[in-house]
């Protein structure tokens, strides 16, 4: 049984983050945060250089895809409400959920990508307890794999070309697998 995710008023905490979908409120911390190339060449759709009307566009759809419940995605701030990345999940023609997200590069190598996805990745479990939810990285990304790895995500051994919009390029990606409840699998 799922339940379909209609409430724009969702707040989703972890120990040090708050996850709220995407709202005009978060225009500069995306604009400054994609504004990085070492962010945005490992993204697909972002392009580069980030525009104020790339982050409106964007939150339009978001807003208008929170209603179907099929694209997910949220601010990430931290508990001084700054607004520190994204982290969504957004749901295929397979109806398997991807999984996306960035840290503004300030803020890496303090866990918080993994406590973000680890946080989101349980709520989303309790309305989808069956949901199966897939992710990749471009091959030269091997950081975010090991994020992947540490939220129970396994390579299905699929490679496929990516569009990376701020490359312009097509670019080889390594796609990964999470099943329901992995923590109780032996
Ligand atoms: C990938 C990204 C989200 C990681 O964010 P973060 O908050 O720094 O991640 P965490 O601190 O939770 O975890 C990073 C892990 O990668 C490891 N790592 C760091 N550099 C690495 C590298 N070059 N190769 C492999 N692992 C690496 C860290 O040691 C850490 O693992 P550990 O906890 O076992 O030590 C961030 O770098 C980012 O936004 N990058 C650009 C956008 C992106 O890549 N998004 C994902 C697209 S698939």
Redesign the pocket.
Known sequence: MSQAITNAAIEITSGRLVMRPVGPEHRDGFVA?LNDW???????RPPFPYAVSDFEAFQTMHAERLHDGGHLAFAIENRGSETI?CISLHRGEDAVFDL??????P???????????DTLLRWFQTLHPLGRIK????ED????????S?LGFVYTGETFLLTCVARHALVR?RAMIRAPSWEEQP
Do not use: M, Q
Not at 38 to 44: H, P
Not at 135 to 138: P, Q
């Open positions: 945060g070492d962010v945005a060449k490992n993204l697909s990345g996306g997200y960035w840290i503004a590069k803020h890496w190598g303090r866990g918080f990508a993994t406590e973000a996805g992710a990749s990285h471009f990304n091997d950081k975010s794999g090991r994020v992947l540490k990606s």
